[in-house]
């Protein structure tokens, strides 16, 4: 698609500078002596614009990918870890395995209703893992879709009444960029948040069931 999408980004950005530039150009001629010289200065910001927006559009798998990237790379950078969708999966799986290790055979008669807490907890650790790295998938698909043929609208900076599409997608790729931090940070607290409850229900320490008077509470090992 970036090929493509790149031609006609050009195309479009020429004739809107072009036509930005003719208005200007027209204001300034018919502009008054003492208002010529203010609207220089404002002639040669408008060129320094313009001439930023065509650098970000020549070499967009530079800077937009750095843009978005960036982000990422700061998600990873906190959680102490680079992630990936299948990781995050297999980090549930880990963790919900490590949560039904607390059980044992015995649990199952003496302690029926802490059996059962552990086995929803279990399963509710390995929906929420496969429902982040789900996210994931979709996030990453977005930024993709962002960066390669969201380029399109980098065009419309080159004229004043449209330079707001431009900014809007500039922001569209922030947002992008901070749900993908995001999604890291998650993964990377909930790590190591998740891991204490397995040592929480090994020691019985969030429920407590007697069976029967005589019986003294059960530790699980």
Same mark, same amino acid.
């Given at each position: 698609?970036?090929? $493509? %999408? ?14 930005e530039?003719v208005?200007?150009g027209?204001m300034?001629?018919i502009a008054?002596?003492q208002a ?17 927006v ?11 990918? $750095? ?5 990422t790379?700061?998600g990873e ?9 299948s990781?995050?999966?297999?980090f ?7 949560v039904?290790?607390t ?6 008669v ?6 059962l807490?552990?086995l929803?907890?279990a399963?509710?650790?390995l ?7 789900t996210?994931? %998938? ?6 993709y879709?962002?960066?390669s043929s969201?380029?399109?609208f ?5 004229? $004043?009444?449209t330079a707001?599409?431009?900014?809007n997608y500039?922001?569209y790729?922030?947002h992008v ?10 993964v ?8 204490t409850?397995?040592? %929480?229900?090994?020691?019985?320490q969030?429920?407590s ?6 019986i ?6």
């Amino acid at each position: 698609w970036a090929g $493509r %999408v790149l031609s006609v980004t050009t195309d479009l950005f020429f004739w809107l500078a072009l036509l930005e530039f003719v208005i200007a150009g027209l204001m300034f001629a018919i502009a008054t002596p003492q208002a010529r010289e203010e609207k220089a200065g404002r002639f040669l910001v408008k060129i320094m614009l313009v001439s930023f927006v065509y650098m970000l559009i020549t070499q967009w798998d530079y800077w937009i990918v $750095r843009l978005v990237d960036s982000f990422t790379a700061v998600g990873e950078h906190a959680a102490g870890q680079i992630f990936s969708p299948s990781l995050v999966v297999d980090f549930g799986l880990a963790l919900s395995g490590s949560v039904m290790r607390t059980l044992n055979i015995s649990d199952s008669v003496t302690n029926p209703p802490i059996v059962l807490f552990t086995l929803l907890t279990a399963f509710a650790i390995l929906i929420c893992y496969i429902l982040i790295a789900t996210q994931m %998938v979709v996030t990453q698909v977005e930024s993709y879709l962002v960066v390669s043929s969201g380029i399109f609208f980098l065009a419309f900076g080159a004229f $004043r009444a449209t330079a707001s599409i431009a900014e809007n997608y500039l922001l569209y790729c922030v947002h992008v960029g901070i749900k993908l931090m995001m999604l890291y940070l998650v993964v990377g607290v909930g790590g190591p948040l998740t891991a204490t409850w397995a040592d %929480v229900l090994r020691n019985d320490q969030f429920l407590s069931f007697e069976t029967s008077p005589s019986i003294d509470r059960v530790q699980l090992p």
